[in-house]
């Protein structure tokens, strides 16, 4: 089965630190790849997608994930996290490989706490 | 701003009941979908749909059906609610390239959160 894989489960950092959050996909042809964030008590939201050309792409709030295809791997960064991006983080890949077959799966998601 | 709403934020029903969630979005978006979110698991999908009276199965269909008759409107039936399906359901849409083959970024509602007794 296709899968989506983050590596962390729980991530905890103090402001100004250096964020990656690390996300690997098994789908084998083309995939949409985004991530969404989860703050506390709120509803998820789009932080940034891929779907083709520039391998680096940028997000809200200062975020950006680069698409490495050889690694089968999109992983999140920051330079400098602040508290107000202690939330929830969740990676996901959409894939369609024709005749109506559609894959779309979510990772477990990663908790970031950013101490003040 | 897409609005994606879920008639309820909170739901308690009875082991063997029929229960029904029902979520409205009003962007005109082709697809829509219906998640159960538990902590430590992720976001699982349940069912998809990409059309009017389309669906299609997503990771964790069994006990569960839906029903897409009008574009805006995507509901999810409990056939026979069981206590593992406590649990918080999301419900999100997305619009569609021609021939399905992308999805644009999902917009999610606030969620349901059932507890099945």
């Known amino acids: 089965a296709q899968s989506v894989s983050q590596h962390n489960h729980h991530v905890i950092l103090s402001e100004a630190a250096s964020l990656e959050l690390g996300c690997n996909y098994s789908y084998g042809g083309t995939v949409n790849l985004f991530w969404y964030v989860q703050y506390p008590g709120q509803h998820l939201q789009l932080l940034l997608k891929?779907?083709?050309?520039?391998?680096l792409v940028k997000g809200i709030k200062g975020f950006e994930a680069e698409f490495i295809k050889s690694k089968f791997s999109f992983n999140l960064r920051k330079p400098s996290v602040q508290w107000s991006d202690t939330a929830e983080y969740f990676c996901?890949?959409?894939?369609?490989?024709?005749?109506?077959?559609?894959?779309?799966?979510f990772g477990k998601g990663t908790k970031l706490s950013v101490i003040p | 701003d897409v609005k994606v709403t879920q008639s309820s934020r909170y739901l308690v029903k009875r082991t063997g009941e029929k229960v029904f969630l029902e979520c409205v979005q009003d962007m005109d978006h082709e697809n829509m979908f219906w998640y159960r979110q538990d902590p430590g698991l992720g976001l699982r999908l349940i069912y998809f749909?990409?059309?009017?009276?389309?669906?299609e199965k997503g990771d964790i269909p069994e006990g569960y059906s839906v029903s897409r008759e009008k574009k805006e409107r995507f509901s999810l039936i409990l056939e026979s609610a069981s206590t593992n399906q406590t649990s918080m359901y999301l419900c999100?849409?997305?619009?569609?390239?021609?021939?399905?083959?992308?999805?644009?970024?999902?917009?999610f509602g606030d969620g349901t959160r059932l507890s099945i007794l």
């Open positions: 999100a849409s997305s619009s569609a390239t021609k021939q399905g083959s992308t999805i644009g970024a999902q917009h």
């Open positions: 891929y779907f083709s050309g520039d391998p």
């Open positions: 996901a890949a959409f894939a369609y490989s024709g005749a109506g077959s559609y894959q779309l799966t």
């Open positions: 749909s990409y059309d009017v009276k389309m669906k």
